[in-house]
C-alpha cells in the first residue's frame, strides 16, 4: 500500500510542469506537410489541431512553405554558390520550436513533394548536419477526401523523420472522406476526434519532456518508485 501512494504521488509529480521547464513551442505546420494551395483539408486539419494544442497551453506557430518560405528544388551547386535565405528562415523556424505538428497529404501514396524538399534544404547548411532535427518531437496527421485518409502515406514520413533524428508520437491520424469530415471548424465524428485529441496529448507531454532534460530525473525517480509495486502482471521486481 506505501509502494502504491509513492507511484501515484510520482505520477502526479511527472505530470506537473517541472520547475523552470521551457514553455512548449509548438510548430504547426501547413507548408512542410506539402499543401500550399487555398482551401487544403490538411490546413483546415491543422488549424483544428493547433487550436487543441494551444488548450494544452502551447504556443502554436505556423510555417507555411510560401511566402517567404518558398524555396527552389533542392541543388547542391545552389547550397554551395548561396544558401538560401528562405532555407535559413524555414531552418530558425523549425529549430525554435519543440514540438512539430505535421498535416501530411498523400501523393500517389507516398509524401508531397514540398514537404521532401523542405526537408532536404533543412537538413543542410553551416551548422551540423542534421541538427534541426534531433531531439525534436512530431505527430503526422492526415486528411483526404478517400476512405484512408491519406494512411498509406504515413509510414513514410515517419521513416524520413527517424532517419533525422526526430522522435515521431506512436499514433497518428488518418481522416478520410474530407468533404464531410468537418464541421463548424472541428472534427465532425467524435471518434475520430478523440483520436487526435490523444495524439496531441502524447505530442504536448513528450515535446515538453524533450524540451527539459531534467525531466529525466523526474521519470528516472518514478521507475524507482513503481519498483517494487505490484502491477498489472504481478511483481515488478528493482531494475
Not at 528516472?220 to 498489472?232: F, I, S, V, Y
Request: charged share 20%; glycine share 8%; hydrophobic share 40%.
Amino acid at each position: 500500500e506505501e509502494a502504491r501512494s509513492k507511484q501515484k504521488m510520482m505520477l502526479k509529480w511527472v505530470m506537473r510542469a517541472p520547475p523552470g521547464r521551457r514553455s512548449l513551442s509548438t510548430l504547426r505546420s501547413v507548408g512542410i506537410a506539402g499543401s500550399s494551395r487555398a482551401g487544403s483539408f490538411n490546413k483546415q486539419l491543422a488549424a483544428i489541431a493547433g487550436k487543441e494544442l494551444k488548450s494544452y497551453g502551447a504556443v502554436v506557430k505556423e510555417i507555411p512553405l510560401d511566402g517567404p518560405h518558398t524555396l527552389p528544388i533542392y541543388n547542391e551547386d545552389l547550397e554551395k554558390a548561396s544558401f538560401p535565405e528562405a532555407a535559413r528562415l524555414l531552418k530558425k523556424d523549425m529549430e525554435s520550436c519543440d514540438g512539430w505538428l505535421i498535416a501530411a497529404p498523400e501523393y500517389n501514396g507516398s509524401m508531397t513533394p514540398l514537404f521532401v524538399n523542405a526537408v532536404a534544404w533543412a537538413s543542410r547548411g553551416d551548422d551540423v548536419i542534421y541538427e534541426v532535427f534531433k531531439a525534436k518531437v512530431a505527430a503526422i496527421v492526415s486528411t483526404s477526401p478517400g476512405g484512408l485518409g491519406g494512411l498509406r502515406s504515413m509510414n513514410a514520413y515517419k521513416t524520413l523523420l527517424q532517419n533525422l533524428g526526430v522522435n515521431v508520437v506512436p499514433t497518428s491520424v488518418a481522416v478520410g472522406s474530407a468533404f464531410r469530415a468537418f464541421n463548424n471548424n472541428t472534427i465532425a465524428d467524435p471518434r475520430t476526434k478523440a483520436s487526435l485529441d490523444a495524439t496531441l496529448a502524447q505530442l504536448v507531454h513528450l515535446a515538453e519532456v524533450a524540451a527539459n532534460p531534467q525531466a529525466c530525473d523526474y521519470l528516472k525517480t518514478l521507475k524507482d518508485a513503481c519498483a517494487g509495486a505490484p502491477g498489472e502482471y504481478g511483481h515488478v521486481p528493482p531494475s
